[in-house]
DNA sequence: TTAATTTACTAAAACGTTTTCGTCAATAGA
DNA sequence: TCTATTGACGAAAACGTTTTAGTAAATTAA
């Protein structure tokens, strides 16, 4: 391993100019500045970041702490682009990411200690139970923190506007003239409720009367759970004539059903999805369905959580928009 | 942030005496390794890993090299599903896992460049371009490397039974009587040239004289390329009965080009798709497809890191076997 | 000319561990 | 009883950086 010694050695400087060069300090002499960075790059030094961390106590690390047990983190494809996206845009800034868990080794350590063990700078925290009591320490913690889709007091947060996604969707819905429009949302996290209040303004513009079971919870990403769901519409004396869908990918758990009654999409049955991931273009009748900006809200809580560990930075709550993504699965509803 | 000197004065022994108690040596006496670790958990010590890493050049860290460019690695299922599982492993042995790329700031390093300046124990390689110098670069290295899919002399690999995967799926088509079997398959890499291969043996076996435009080249989970590649076979003089597609992702496209001509799976056409992911399950008709032993992929590869990090492990090439997943997107084909 | 400032550099401490080599007492062996 | 061994611990160096507080020479100011 060549370190700055071997370099200093090499100039005939002594280490702490190599690392004034390096770093480039103002107290260096162009002369010198240039010789040791040419002999560092003849040697091909590298930095030892741990070295270096032990000093200035900055790892250039964040931490991300993404779905603890549901397991469905790394596999959910929206999730996954904004994984993806933090990472490019950590990668940019200079910084690498480790996950965040709690059980590393045999030792159980909480999200803190596992935080504090790895000097993560800072934190991107999402699709996680945000009443966890391990999440709460961190939260509350002095390492710089940025959420997604939930907000803390004087923490910044990046949200997608989930109210105006499925106001957007059921507004489309009864403009197509249907009527009888059914909302199969998401466990109740703070998203969901977003999202049944954008449908239910929706609702309320158009003077529709939702009957009760024309809401019905499912699970997230849960193809079987939405089936399910899906049955218990389709088996009420009254069906709807559109069903708003969790996400797009749980939503082919739904279609299976349907079609196992015989029914078509979109001349029987109409319906969207939600997040607009790659899969919902390829799906037959493409998808109707809300795109979510994850790469967007990957990028802007790596800027936001860098400001947060770099500087000032005053908290704030970003809402990142979305768009409408028309498909073939919706049709016109005659009112008889 | 409290340090092992915190404790050494709390407990009124040396510093070198709580490392070592808190590290099991055995020259420590009972009672004192007992005091060490109480007051350890009581001022809720956590070692610093710049530190240990500096003294003991081994940081439990592994990086994780996954496709370079092409972009589909977060978002692709399939190596999801590898990345969750190296992952779980990689955290039950107590290390954390950091992402190689090779622009990290404004800087560009080679991907040897990365590790060593994240100091990585060792590094698990999958879906890259194995000719890439950088890629070999790190393989001829002194960091330890095991790779998926692909075998290196000297190197453990951990790889899926790719040839058995398309000769089981290929026998099961020409045993349902199929004769015009087509296979779109990947790009050329070394996975390819194997399912070709037990594509080719199957057919032999079979009798069958399969033309050259049955085999066609498209990309792996692109569905735009796949719909093409479908296109070309529906349109041929002699359409084959049966399609094998690259993986259950991009068979979507074909799905769709083959729904959009009024044909319908499987009375007219029989499919089967690779990978056996979740998505392959939901579809309808869900897919006769192979699955690949994604979590034993992930779990093998990181097992013979570890091993060659910590001991002397023997370089060995593991073969992971899949498993055939019968759906209902293939019939039975009467011979005319 | 002398004093003050600037320029370009260095010595050395520090970050939090681990580990080698002692040391000193207690115990065992002869 | 005297020596050899064992047990339990500590001092200090080391890992590769960064950074503070210098210092000596060169330059400028008075």
Redesign the interface.
């Known amino acids: 391993?060549v370190t700055i010694k071997d370099i200093s050695k090499e100039c005939g400087v002594s280490p702490a100019t190599v690392s004034k060069a390096l770093n480039g300090y103002d107290e260096i002499s162009p002369e010198t500045v240039e010789l040791v960075k040419r002999t560092a790059s003849k040697l091909?030094y590298?930095?030892?970041?741990?070295?270096r961390?032990?000093k200035t106590n900055r790892?250039h690390n964040i931490g991300v702490l993404f779905v603890d047990d549901t397991m469905s983190?790394?596999?959910h494809?929206f999730f996954?682009?904004i994984?993806?996206s933090v990472?490019e845009e950590a990668?940019?800034?200079?910084?690498?990411?480790?996950?965040i868990?709690n059980?590393?080794?045999?030792?159980k350590?909480s999200f803190l200690?596992h935080c504090?063990?790895?000097?993560c700078d800072g934190v991107v925290i999402a699709s996680v139970d945000f009443q966890n009591p391990e999440v709460l320490e961190l939260v509350r913690s002095d390492v710089p923190v940025v959420t997604i889709d939930y907000s803390f007091d004087n923490l910044s947060s990046i949200v997608s506007d989930n109210q105006e996604g499925s106001y957007r969707l059921a507004s489309y819905l009864a403009e197509q003239g249907h009527r009888r429009i059914a909302f199969i949302h998401g466990e109740r996290t703070l998203v969901t409720q977003k999202r049944i209040r954008g449908f239910n303004r929706a609702m309320q513009e158009y003077g529709i009367k939702t009957p009760p079971e024309y809401l019905v919870e499912a699970r997230y990403h849960n193809?079987d759970s939405v089936r399910k769901a899906t049955a218990a519409l389709l088996d009420l004396e009254e069906p709807p004539t559109a069903i708003m869908f969790p996400d797009d990918f749980s939503f082919?758990?739904g279609?299976?059903e349907i079609?196992?009654r015989g029914l078509s999409i979109p001349d029987d049955i109409s319906v969207c999805g939600y997040d607009g991931i790659?899969?919902s273009k390829?799906?037959?009748p493409q998808l109707t369905t809300w795109y979510q900006n994850a790469d967007k809200i990957g990028k802007e809580s790596v800027r936001k959580l860098v400001e947060a560990i770099e500087g000032t930075s005053v908290a704030e709550q970003i809402m990142v928009s979305g768009e409408f993504l028309s498909g073939n699965s919706v049709r016109k509803w005659e009112s008889k």
Chains 1, 2 share one sequence.
């Not at 590298?46 to 070295?51: C, D, E, L, R």
């Not at 990668?91 to 996950?99: L, Q, R």
């Not at 504090?116 to 000097?119: F, G, I, L, P, S």
């Open positions: 391993m091909n590298m930095p030892n970041a741990a070295a961390l032990l790892s983190g790394l596999t494809e996954s682009l994984l993806n990472k990668e940019a800034n200079g910084y690498d990411i480790t996950f868990s059980n590393i080794g045999r030792q350590m200690q504090k063990y790895r000097n193809a082919i758990g279609q299976t079609l196992e790659n899969l390829i799906l037959n």
